[in-house]
């Protein structure tokens, strides 16, 4: 897959922002979550950069092979928490908003397990990671893993 144009490269200072903003976000809830919520959405948004990316990251945060293939039908897995349950459910609601919005039912879940400064750090992680995928999408952007690379 050859790149279309590199972002970084035509609007740098934007791009720049755009990490930092990305940065900051990622770290407001515990990272596992912040992954999941990432492989997810990008399974959603069929970006193959972004689940080839964030599978990697999860891995290399402890998570297990088991939860992250099972992201696809999370819905019929036991092994995700509630709080869990409750982001991915936020996470597809979002991210699929122009297929009809289903966000009552998820965000009532969502008030049981996130306090509402979470609910905001997820929202926005929820953008930031739709947004990512739209970008990498849109411009053909691949990066390859640092094990990948390293092979």
Same mark, same amino acid.
């Given at each position: 897959?050859?790149?279309?144009?590199?972002?970084?490269?035509?609007? &740098?200072?934007?791009?720049? %922002?755009? *990490?930092?903003?990305? !940065? =900051?976000? %990622?770290?407001?809830?515990? &990272?596992?979550?912040?992954?999941?919520?990432?492989?997810?959405?990008?399974?959603?948004?069929?970006?193959?950069?972004? $689940? !080839? *990316? =964030?599978?990697?990251?999860? #891995?290399?945060?402890?998570?297990?092979?088991? #939860?992250?293939?099972?992201?696809?039908?999370?819905? %019929?897995? &036991?092994?995700?928490?509630?709080?869990?349950?409750?982001?991915?459910?936020? /996470?597809?609601?979002?991210?699929?908003?122009?297929?009809? =919005?289903?966000?009552?039912?998820?965000?009532?879940?969502?008030?049981? =397990?996130? /306090?509402?400064? %979470?609910?905001?750090?997820?929202?926005? *992680?929820?953008?930031? $990671?739709?947004?990512?995928? #739209?970008?990498?999408?849109?411009?053909?952007?691949?990066?390859?893993? &640092?094990?990948?690379?390293?092979?």
């Amino acid at each position: 897959m050859t790149a279309k144009l590199n972002p970084f490269a035509a609007a &740098p200072q934007l791009m720049k %922002e755009w *990490m930092t903003l990305s !940065n =900051h976000v %990622e770290t407001s809830l515990e &990272p596992g979550l912040i992954e999941l919520v990432k492989i997810r959405s990008s399974i959603l948004n069929g970006c193959a950069n972004c $689940i !080839n *990316m =964030h599978t990697a990251d999860a #891995r290399a945060k402890g998570e297990t092979e088991q #939860r992250i293939y099972l992201l696809a039908a999370w819905h %019929e897995a &036991p092994c995700y928490t509630d709080r869990e349950r409750a982001a991915l459910a936020w /996470t597809d609601a979002l991210t699929t908003l122009a297929q009809g =919005h289903t966000q009552a039912a998820a965000y009532e879940a969502l008030k049981a =397990h996130f /306090t509402d400064e %979470e609910q905001v750090k997820l929202t926005l *992680m929820i953008n930031v $990671i739709n947004g990512w995928n #739209r970008i990498a999408v849109g411009f053909n952007l691949w990066y390859e893993t &640092p094990a990948k690379a390293a092979a």
